[in-house]
């Protein structure tokens, strides 16, 4: 079977690497990611407009690790937003999260500028997440880190904050969905399970996520892109699932050698 013929979905993963810049990466559509973020802050900030930036930060050192988001954009007031997709558990996600927007903190000055008075730009990082933190308890799939004071629990500084939604913790079902961020979050987590759209996602920019998400919209270079990426999917699932099998059967092993072993220690003990 050639790339281009293997069997997939109607709509692509919105937490792929392709499928999540091609719905909120791109200037034709940067109204759905403006959309899903002022959704997401509700209130907090409200985001007029959006500039994407490029992806790889260097900093103004060499010293200082290069740092490569997934998407990095610039709201029309100065703030900056980082968003970040992570498919599986990385140990030091949480680190490298603070890192990536501190170097931005970081960046907002360079030798050309005098006097500079410290008047920073706000920075916010999205980290959407297939996988849980270890110490999230069961339905809390969203946290919003911001620097509080921790005598009065009033914010210090509102112009920094950390957002992380772990989908897998949400899970609300259909009549379960009453605010905007509900449905987004549903979407995203359901995505490739529609094979149409359903009526309770009816809103203007959930249909034109659904357009930009159809597989048979995409060109013949974007169905390759998808396509490879749906083979090392598949193919990287057949090799964890392989590996398990091997290790279970290997355990399965050992554990029959260890009985034996004893049992020929019991018996060597029951003749002396």
């Keep these: 079977m050639e790339m281009h013929e293997m069997p997939c979905g109607r709509f692509i ?7 999540f810049k091609r719905i909120f990466g791109t200037e034709a559509n940067k109204d759905i990611l403006i959309d899903f973020l002022n959704v997401l ?13 490029q992806n790889e930060n260097n900093g103004q050192l060499s010293i200082f690790r290069k740092a490569v988001f997934d998407l990095c954009c610039t709201g029309a007031d100065g703030e ?13 996600f949480k680190d490298r999260c603070l890192y990536y927007s501190a170097s931005l903190v970081r960046d907002q000055v360079t030798a050309e500028i ?13 980290g959407l997440m297939d996988f849980c933190f270890e110490d999230s308890l069961d339905g809390q799939y969203l946290h919003e880190i911001r620097l509080v004071n921790r005598s009065s629990g009033q914010v210090f500084y509102d112009k ?10 949400f899970k609300k079902h259909v009549p379960e969905l009453s605010t905007e961020l509900d449905r987004w979050l549903y979407l995203l987590k359901n995505l490739t399970k529609f094979d149409q ?25 974007e169905k390759m892109a998808w396509d490879a990426y749906l083979k090392a999917k598949w193919d990287n699932e057949n090799s964890m699932e392989y590996a ?29």
Aim: charged content about 35%.
């Design 13 to 19: 993963d919105p937490l792929s690497d392709f499928g």
């Design 41 to 53: 802050f509700a209130g907090e900030r409200h985001v007029a407009d959006l500039t994407f930036n």
């Design 80 to 92: 900056q937003f980082i968003i970040e997709v992570q498919r599986v558990k990385q140990e030091y």
């Design 114 to 126: 005098a006097n500079w008075k410290y008047d920073l730009k706000p920075v916010y990082l999205i």
């Design 160 to 169: 920094f904050g950390l957002t992380f939604i772990e989908l897998p913790r």
């Design 197 to 221: 759209v359903p009526t309770f996602l009816s809103q203007p920019v959930f249909g034109k996520v659904f357009r930009i998400a159809e597989v048979c919209n995409l060109n013949e270079q």
């Design 244 to 272: 398990k099998k091997v290790a279970t059967k290997e355990g399965r092993e050992e554990g029959i050698k260890r009985n034996k072993r004893r049992k020929r220690g019991r018996e060597i003990e029951d003749r002396s």
